[in-house]
């Protein structure tokens, strides 16, 4: 299985880009996706998720009311739509999709999730 994370770019602050994530490769069942992200010299950090079936939303606060995370089921593509964007929001952001069952607090950590997309630069000027 593999994920394929795009649409980054370059953006002045107070923009918006769409990311989107795929997968290609044979088929499987995802319990949830997830958006992660890692700043220049920070770890990395928990953006937003997903479940796949109940479509139930979660959201770090720090991008919570500018940040919205979809599912096209049908496609397998999950999307992150950011808006208001900020400096302090340039990352390489990955997607990630998990295939266990695990709590929602767990949905904020990377062993919750088990194929990994290879990142996509977003750039935030001010």
């Known amino acids: 299985v593999q994920l394929q994370a795009f649409g980054g770019g370059l953006v002045q602050a107070g923009g918006s880009l769409k990311l989107s994530c795929a997968t290609s490769?044979?088929?499987?069942?995802?319990?949830?996706w997830g958006w992660f992200r890692q700043a220049p010299g920070k770890e990395r950090e928990f953006v937003s998720a997903?479940?796949?079936?109940?479509?139930?939303?979660f959201y770090a606060e720090s991008v919570k009311g500018r940040f919205t995370i979809s599912r096209d089921a049908a496609k397998d593509i999950v999307y992150l739509q950011m808006n208001s964007l900020k400096p302090e929001d340039t990352a390489v952001y990955y997607c990630?999709?998990?295939?266990?069952?695990?709590?929602?607090?767990?949905?904020?950590?990377?062993?919750?999730?088990?194929?990994w997309g290879q990142g996509t630069q977003v750039t935030v000027s001010s």
């Open positions: 990630a999709a998990g295939v266990r069952s695990v709590g929602s607090r767990d949905l904020l950590y990377e062993y919750a999730y088990n194929y």
């Open positions: 490769g044979r088929a499987f069942g995802s319990y949830v």
């Open positions: 997903i479940t796949w079936r109940a479509g139930t939303k």
